[in-house]
Every structure is written in structure tokens, then in C-alpha cells.
């Protein structure tokens, strides 16, 4: 006996899923004969026909962990770590124009601008467009590099060679 249609006609009553409309074994004769959308309302509310519970997580519980975008971790994209590092550099380098006089807030904002826009590709390029500038002038700028480096075995050397004369 098959009954595919008569659960097609049930799910479309009870307003729920195929796989969730139970027939009992017993009464399937009657089911057979069900034509009408009434016949199958009667059927159950006698108990015929009875509907499944819900499997799996239900729609109406709201997912506890979010997954918004900014919660989904990928890999940065190589381009974008090239742009980060010119970007401090070059910012760097204008605080310490700036700190020295070299340049006026106006321009400074304007450069920051440019920098944020990939106006430059380096430093080098930075530089190359500031001595174009008239109003600019970095020939007496000398930049501040890193401590100079003590040689801590020369000097015991020349100590030793002391003490053995």
C-alpha cells in the first residue's frame, strides 16, 4: 500500500514537514480511504495519524557563539602586512621630521594623507619627494640610529696584555 500521497495531504494540513506524519499500523485501511482535508483533521484529533517531534537543534534557540566577521580568524593576506610595515615606517620617520622643525603641521597632515593613500612606496621615495619641495629642506637632517656598539672583548684583551707586562 502506498501511502505517499495521503502524507503529502497530511503535511500539507497539520502544516508540518512529510518525515514528521505517523501513521498507525493498525488503521491504515481508514487512512487508504481518507479523500478530504477534513478526513485527515478527524483522523488527528482521534489519534490516527500523530506528528513526530522535532530532531536536531531547534530554529527558535538562538546560537550562543556568534560568528560574525570578525570573530572568523583567517591567514592576513601578504599585501597587507607589506602595507602595514611602509606605513608605520613612513609614519615614524614623519613624527620625527616634525619633532625636529623640519616640517609644519600642515604639510605633515597632507604627507600622512598621502601615506594612508599609498602615496609612497618607501622611504627612499618619501625622501626623494620632500627634496623636490621647495619649502623643504633635509640635507642637515641626520638620523638617529640605534647605540653605537661597545666592544667588551677588545677592552679586556688590552687589559690582559697589561697585566702579563
Same mark, same amino acid.
Given at each position: ?22 501513521? @498507525? ?16 483533521k478527524d483522523m ?38 607589506? #602595507? ?8 615614524? #620617520? ?10 609644519? &603641521? ?6 600622512? +594623507?598621502?601615506? +594612508? ?11 626623494? #619627494?620632500? &627634496? ?13 640610529? @640605534? ?19
Open positions: 500500500m502506498n501511502l505517499l500521497r495521503k502524507k503529502q495531504l497530511a503535511a500539507k494540513v497539520l502544516k508540518v514537514g512529510k518525515k514528521r506524519i505517523h501513521f @498507525s499500523n493498525e488503521n491504515l485501511a481508514e487512512i487508504k480511504e481518507a479523500i478530504t482535508k477534513q478526513d485527515i488527528h484529533s482521534e489519534g490516527i495519524i500523530t506528528i513526530k517531534p522535532i530532531k536536531g537543534r531547534k530554529k527558535i534557540k538562538k546560537r550562543k557563539t556568534k560568528r560574525g566577521p570578525g570573530k572568523i580568524k583567517k591567514k592576513v593576506k601578504h599585501r597587507k602586512q607589506i #602595507y602595514v610595515k611602509i606605513t608605520r615606517k613612513l609614519r615614524e #620617520y614623519l613624527k620625527y621630521l616634525k619633532k625636529q622643525g623640519i616640517i609644519d &603641521n600642515e604639510l605633515f597632515l597632507e604627507l600622512r +594623507r598621502k601615506i +594612508r593613500m599609498r602615496g609612497f612606496r618607501s622611504k627612499a621615495h618619501l625622501k626623494e #619627494y620632500l &627634496n623636490g619641495l621647495e619649502e623643504v629642506n633635509l640635507n642637515p637632517v641626520v638620523e638617529v640610529k @640605534s647605540k653605537p656598539k661597545i666592544k667588551k672583548k677588545v677592552v679586556k684583551k688590552e687589559k690582559i696584555k697589561e697585566a702579563k707586562k
